[in-house]
């Protein structure tokens, strides 16, 4: 009887939040596009690079095409003269040869983080107060620049934090913009899985901790900032050893008092094909750093997985009221990954694949029991350790 009624308990919480998170994702205007401005501000791209993908030039071109009215200097960093992508970034200089941009050899290695590394001495050539930053596999739209930054301009109106009448410290204003991401290309069934991670589940759960709390990480595909709040945190020197860059650059201008606000745009992000093996060691790689990151809400995660709990319910005590919440549950879950991935991808060409959605469950619960098992990751080939504090041990080659 009361082992009934503790997996009873958590079928329905792991339903209640499931619902919960559908919820505040459908109540956030993705997509939604503003009035070009008047007057925008000068910005510098930093863009650390590694290697040559089939996707690599129409990410990097996307960037080039931009329509945005203020004067843009992009920097790339790559670790060797020799590396490919070194050609396809002077082609797309030489057809683009009205925009500021320039090609840095970034060397030598700086840190663990070897992306970090490059960021580091990229950030030394910016011109501009205006900072974003985003991965080598990142294709956005031609209003992305515009969109993306509007949050900051926002919050230069305002006034910088000082000590109203009564004593308290007014609240600072937008200290970094960063945007939802989809993966654009599954091709293959392993990605599908991996898309439904990241279509559906990863941008609702941002959501549904940020209608709990202020947002206090930043997510990595893009992101904007003053240089002014990248010195007072240290300057990327500070993430040097870090694996989730992204995130400790948020976290560390949140503790600031800043706000991290997200922008209705959304970026694509283009991988190359990959097969199981691949999308695992993916997923274990992020699973073991969202634990580093955040322990307890990962440890509690496991209590949303809405296909675990009811058929846990349903192989302890089968009976029709077990079934039917076990059925129901699995219904809604399936209706709520495709309408998700639906709302961020705009397209339907995942729903042949409605049956992933609960298997993805059943994997991740797997997932989450390894994130806790051990501290080594693989990234490009390379096996890693990952310390306590979310650094890395230091090697050679380092990790882009």
């Not at 050609?87 to 500021?100: A, G, M, P, T």
């Not at 989730?244 to 976290?251: I, K, R, V």
Request: hydrophobic content about 45%; charged content about 20%; aromatic content about 10%.
């Amino acid at each position: 009887m009361i082992r009934d009624v503790i997996f009873g308990s958590l079928a329905l919480l792991s339903l209640g939040l499931w619902l919960w998170q559908w919820f505040v994702a459908r109540r956030f205007p993705l997509h939604q596009r503003i009035a070009a401005h008047s007057f925008p501000p000068a910005v510098t791209l930093l863009k650390p690079l590694k290697g040559c993908e089939p996707a690599t030039r129409d990410c990097l071109r996307s960037w080039f095409a931009q329509e945005y009215t203020g004067r843009v200097q992009i920097l790339f960093g790559v670790a060797a003269a020799d590396d490919p992508v070194c050609e396809v970034v002077r082609s797309l200089q030489q057809e683009f040869h009205n925009i500021d941009s320039t090609l840095m050899i970034c060397d030598p290695l700086l840190g663990a983080n070897a992306k970090v590394s490059k960021l580091i001495q990229l950030e030394q050539e910016a011109k501009h107060e205006l900072l974003i930053i985003s991965d080598a596999d990142v294709q956005v739209a031609p209003d992305f620049l515009e969109n993306l930054i509007s949050p900051l301009l926002v919050s230069q109106k305002q006034q910088t934090p000082t000590l109203g009448n009564s004593g308290h410290t007014e609240e600072k204003s937008c200290g970094l913009v960063n945007c939802f991401y989809r993966l654009k290309n599954p091709t293959t069934v392993a990605m599908q899985w991996e898309a439904i991670c990241i279509n559906a589940d990863f941008w609702s759960q941002v959501l549904q901790s940020r209608s709990l709390k202020r947002l206090d990480f930043a997510l990595g595909a893009v992101m904007a900032t003053h240089r002014a709040r990248l010195k007072e945190i240290g300057g990327f020197t500070v993430l040097a050893d870090c694996l989730a860059d992204d995130y400790q650059l948020g976290h560390r201008i949140a503790r600031l008092g800043y706000k991290i606000e997200l922008s209705t745009v959304v970026a694509d992000c283009l991988a190359p094909p990959m097969d199981w093996r691949k999308v695992w060691t993916h997923q274990l790689r992020w699973a073991r750093t969202i634990r580093v990151c955040q322990p307890a809400p990962y440890f509690f995660s496991i209590l949303g997985n809405p296909t675990l709990w009811p058929l846990v319910w349903l192989l302890v005590h089968l009976t029709p009221l077990t079934a039917g919440i076990g059925i129901g549950s699995s219904v809604l879950r399936i209706i709520g990954a495709l309408d998700l991935q639906q709302r961020l991808t705009q397209s339907r060409k995942h729903f042949p694949y409605w049956w992933l959605a609960p298997v993805k469950d059943l994997l991740q619960t797997v997932l989450w029991l390894l994130a806790f098992t051990g501290n080594h990751i693989e990234w490009r080939g390379q096996r890693l350790r990952l310390r306590w504090d979310g650094t890395l041990e230091k090697n050679r080659t380092g990790v882009t």
